[in-house]
């Protein structure tokens, strides 16, 4: 087939989509079927939804075929969070806020501005943190049940940049990572930008299937596992000390350095020890304050073992040189006196309060949540549209995600995941009634 007769094909498909002559949620014809009809051969066939898939046109869904996205929705809503439409309510992001915490900082930045050390801040700082700065994380660690040494953190600018110097640091193009079927969005992010290849491992409902992990660490040289053990983004899942414990023994098995992600721990009560507190040696701890205080407060800390450190630091070195003085100044104040504790609670009890009005309003729904989560998770029936279900809210004015964004394996479900922390109560209520009234008159029906 000349190459002008099958770019023909992909833009003529492409016009049909863009003007809606084919409808978002139209099945299209097997791979097979579009060459019959179109006198190609069968891997053409392939190349063209292939290409269109790239320009966020199409979806293929396993076992189901390829479906013509709702291109009202950006294909990446998520991680590349397109900017909500004034007016709009938020259920796409989570950006929990307290009353008061912005006289929290004011009285900070007045107890900053009469301190000793003022010109310090101004001054470059060590690239992993300041001695002092990094003893007030590792205290508050304690209080997580992480003994750690301060030598052993290293201060970076949220949890996000954490991730992304483990991955500069421990890991090279090509290497396998194992990770969640459904995952944190940025991670799927450095795992594209730094090549590596994701093995996606299914979920139970309480974790990774770890029969799963096993078989794949056998087969395969798997280089990490990238994990969110306590309080799991987007399912809400916490895995029992009886799982934690059989994943560091594969991983110490197989040899795959282990990646925690703990952003959202601080939201589950009691949960089990964290994983680098067991297996301080082959542990990479990333976690931060920007969900647990405020998105714009940009500091997070990742711990590792001694001999990864360096690496580490060279990471942040190249990156970002150092986290800014002036906000880690202010992180570890709050650390110290005991802010960033009353914070966590309250922030526990919000979320406890959000959740049992998500119970309420989106009764008769299957939804799959921790009770003390800023998230829960939708699924919709298998003949369902997410992308359609996304495209009606909006015009509601009312932003949700996909599951796109979360999916690393071939088969994308259709799902929504629901953030509850960006708006007041009442409007969630409000917001949550019509999302349910949808959900039902689109997708249930």
């Known amino acids: 087939m000349a190459a002008s007769r099958y770019k023909t094909l992909v833009d003529a498909l492409a016009a049909d989509i863009r003007t809606g002559r084919l409808a978002a ?3 299209l014809p097997t791979h097979r079927g579009l060459a019959a009809r179109e006198g190609i051969a069968v891997v053409t066939a392939t190349r063209v939804y292939a290409e269109l898939e790239t320009m966020g046109l199409v979806s293929r869904e396993q076992g189901r075929g390829t479906f013509v996205r709702d291109i009202a929705v950006p294909a990446g809503h998520g991680i590349d969070q397109q900017i909500v439409a004034t007016g709009a309510v938020d259920l796409g992001f989570n950006y929990p806020s307290l009353p008061g915490q912005a006289d929290l900082l004011r009285q900070a930045l007045r107890e900053v501005a009469t301190s000793g050390d003022l010109d310090s801040l101004l001054r470059y700082q060590p690239h992993r943190g300041r001695p002092q700065d990094r003893a007030s994380i590792a205290r508050h660690l304690g209080r997580r049940g992480i003994t750690t040494e301060a030598d052993q953190i290293l201060i970076v600018n949220g949890a996000q940049h954490g991730l992304a110097i483990t991955v500069m640091a421990a890991l090279n193009a ?3 990572v194992a990770v969640d079927a459904l995952t944190y969005p940025g991670f799927k992010v450095l795992a594209h930008a730094f090549h590596l290849d994701l093995e996606p491992i299914p979920a139970t409902t309480n974790g990774p299937n770890l029969d799963a992990l096993e078989k794949l660490c056998a087969t ?3 280089r990490a596992i990238y994990t969110m053990p306590t309080l799991h983004n987007p399912l809400g899942w916490v895995m029992s ?3 934690r414990t059989r994943l560091i023994k594969i991983a110490r098995q197989h040899g795959p350095l282990i990646i925690e992600d703990a952003s959202y ?4 009560e009691d949960p089990p020890p964290p994983l680098a507190a067991a297996a301080p040696d082959i542990t990479v701890y990333v976690s931060g304050l920007s969900k647990s205080i405020a998105t714009g407060l940009r500091v997070g800390f990742v711990v590792a073992p001694p001999s990864a450190v360096p690496s580490l630091e060279r990471a942040i070195r190249a990156t970002t040189w150092n986290t800014p003085a002036l906000t880690t100044a202010i992180a570890c104040r709050w650390l110290d006196d005991g802010t960033v504790d009353h ?3 309250q922030k526990r009890d919000d979320a406890k309060t959000r959740q049992a009005l998500a119970r309420q309003e989106l009764a008769g729904l299957p939804l799959i949540s921790h009770p003390s989560s800023y998230f829960t998770w939708l699924p919709l029936p298998d003949d369902a549209r997410a992308d359609r279900l996304t495209a009606t809210l909006a015009r509601q004015h009312i932003s949700v995600t996909t599951a796109e964004p979360f ?7 259709q799902a929504l995941r629901l953030a509850l922390g960006s708006t007041d109560l009442d409007s969630l209520q409000s917001t949550l009634r019509t999302v349910r009234r949808v959900a039902i008159e689109d997708a249930y029906a």
Not at 265 to 268: C, D, F, G, N, V
Not at 408 to 413: D, F, I, K, L, R
């Open 220 to 222: 395969r040289p798997v």
């Open 265 to 268: 721990a601080y939201l589950a």
């Open 241 to 243: 000390a009886i799982d």
């Open 407 to 413: 999916t690393t394996s071939m088969h994308t479900p």
């Open 25 to 27: 949620g139209v099945r």
């Open 174 to 176: 090509g290497d396998v």
């Open 343 to 345: 914070l966590e609670a």
